[in-house]
């Protein structure tokens, strides 16, 4: 099972939008309605923000929004923010016989 | 609060046994699968497995089948990954993470456990 395809990295200007996009297959992410994404600080383990493609977890900011089309999934962080800068990781489940999870390949993500 | 602490940082050498730790609060422990992640330095994240400790029932990702063994005791709600002969190659920051939804690796996760495999 090969990891899911996102950019290495994305950058914007504070107060703009970016998107990390987060390309599987028909046996991942095209396959069911189960894509998350994880935001990783420096030296920090991995945050829940996005769930079930487009669900965010009590407390995360809802500049945060999730959505897929296809074999696509993407992240958008809306308002970017300095504290946004962070290691981004997409996460699908997978089921080939043996149920389990794929992640991507993660995006650094930097405010200009 | 839910919270996984994991046990700390491991130095062994190649050939050694391990086993790392990770103990779980602030919820019922029988009724959550509990996954194994791995982050080699400077890589992205690989999951390893999951163990349901209600019943030890186990699912590893086909790259792990046979290099590491899951198991959970539910009497003091700690998970364990553990390896028989480390590699160098082990070397790398290990994590817990709670499985809540079934699409989800993890929602909660623990702070890490960092491997180190050196000669």
């Known amino acids: 099972q090969s990891a899911l395809t996102q950019p290495a990295s994305v950058s914007g200007s504070p107060g703009q939008s970016i998107t990390i996009s987060c390309t599987g297959t028909?046996?991942?992410?095209?396959?069911?309605?189960?894509v998350s994404w994880y935001q990783q600080r420096p030296g920090k383990a991995p945050k829940l923000i996005i769930y079930d493609v487009t669900s965010r977890p009590s407390g995360v900011s809802n500049r945060f929004s999730g959505s897929k089309s296809g074999n696509t999934a993407s992240l958008t962080i809306s308002g970017l923010q300095t504290e946004d800068e962070a290691d981004y990781y997409c996460s699908s489940y997978t089921d080939n016989g043996t149920p389990f999870y794929v992640f991507g390949t993660g995006t650094r993500v930097t405010a200009l | 609060e839910v919270q996984l602490v994991q046990s700390g940082a491991e130095v062994k050498k190649p050939g050694e046994s391990l086993k790392i730790a990770c103990k779980a609060s602030g919820y019922i422990f029988t009724t959550y699968w509990i996954g194994w992640v791995r982050q080699m330095p400077g890589k992205g994240l690989e999951w390893m497995g999951m163990?349901?400790?209600?019943?030890?029932?186990?699912r590893y990702s086909p790259s792990f089948e046979g290099q590491v063994t899951i198991s959970a005791d539910m009497f003091i709600n700690t998970a364990y990954l553990q390896w028989s002969s480390l590699e160098a190659s082990d070397t790398a920051m290990y994590y817990c993470?709670?499985?809540?939804?079934?699409?989800?690796?993890?929602?909660?996760w623990g702070q890490g456990t960092l491997v180190t495999a050196s000669s």
């Open positions: 993470a709670r499985r809540a939804t079934f699409g989800t690796a993890g929602d909660f």
């Open positions: 028909s046996s991942d992410v095209g396959g069911n309605n189960y």
């Open positions: 163990i349901f400790p209600a019943d030890s029932d186990t």
